[in-house]
């Protein structure tokens, strides 16, 4: 599986108004089918990586047209090739309130259900995901505000298939396995799938075996649920190496927070993944 880190954002995508940069998309698109791999897209609604004629929109007629247009030029493109798209990325502040973008101010809340919306419209066949981060635990401001605002478009009929965990945590941080646990069960009470879409654990640098451990046990403890919950199963990772890791840059003395090592050499983890993934009970179906 992959997913376009940036490569789909609307700076990179559509960088002015007119021009519509595809070719990066559609290689990587082509690389994913000739090498049995599906596409994840990411992402159209966002507060960050927008073209500058997007965070300066004013009217909200403006607004819904230029967000409809993406969200149908994109999708009716790839239609049939990218199986998921995270519609919208990180609507809420960590207290559960929506956050203030440049779509909340043209346009009111209301600008979630326009997206989804239109994505359904552009692709009738693709998983349609509201995608954030601290968003996994039922029992937070934020899990649980991310949850009742799916639930809430869901009871109107709004459609949204999936609720993305980006699962971007914190290796000395405890592991609350059953508020996950939990978040993903009642998304299930309500016929939606979760994906895990940006997994990384980051270490406070220097890093110590005991931290190294804590990390190892995170790693496991999502893995066993993707493996055996059966709304959940995708254990997307956001990079796969510390050689080219975007955690150094935005947390100042944290990193080795991905799989693979500096010299891109798999961390012992790897290998307890690999075990829990063959040992799935869903794989032996
Ligand atoms: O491509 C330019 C390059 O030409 C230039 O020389 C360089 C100098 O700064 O910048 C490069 O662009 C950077 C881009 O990543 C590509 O590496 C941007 O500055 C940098 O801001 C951008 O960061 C991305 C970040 O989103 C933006 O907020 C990260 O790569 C990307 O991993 C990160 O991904 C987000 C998810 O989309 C949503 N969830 C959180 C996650 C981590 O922040």
Known sequence: LIVPENTMKWKNIRPTKTFWNWSDMDNMVDFAEKN???????????????????????????????????????????????????VANEVLNEDGTLRDTVWL??????????????????????RLVLNDYS????????????????????????????????????????????????????FAELGMFVTFTEIDVRIAMPSSPEKEAQQTEIFKGLMEIAATEPNTGHFVVWGYTDAKSWIPGTFPGYGSAHLFDKASQPKPVFEDLKKILADSPKRKK
């Open 135 to 186: 968003n996994e635990y039922a029992g937070t401001a934020k899990g649980d505000a991310f949850y009742e605002l799916c639930k809430d478009m869901k009871n109107r009929g709004i459609p949204i298939d999936g609720a993305g965990l980006q699962l971007h945590l914190v290796a000395e941080h405890t592991f609350n396995r059953e508020g996950l646990l939990a978040q993903i069960r009642r």
């Open 36 to 86: 049995g791999m599906v596409i994840r897209g990411h992402t159209f609604v966002w507060h960050q990586q927008n073209a500058p004629y997007v965070d300066s929109l004013k009217t909200k007629d403006e607004a819904v047209a230029m967000l409809t247009e993406q969200i149908t030029m994109v999708m009716e493109r790839y239609k049939g090739r990218v199986f998921e798209y995270d």
């Open 105 to 126: 101010r043209t346009i009111g809340p209301e600008y979630i259900d326009i997206a989804f919306k239109a994505a359904r419209a552009a692709d009738p066949k693709a």
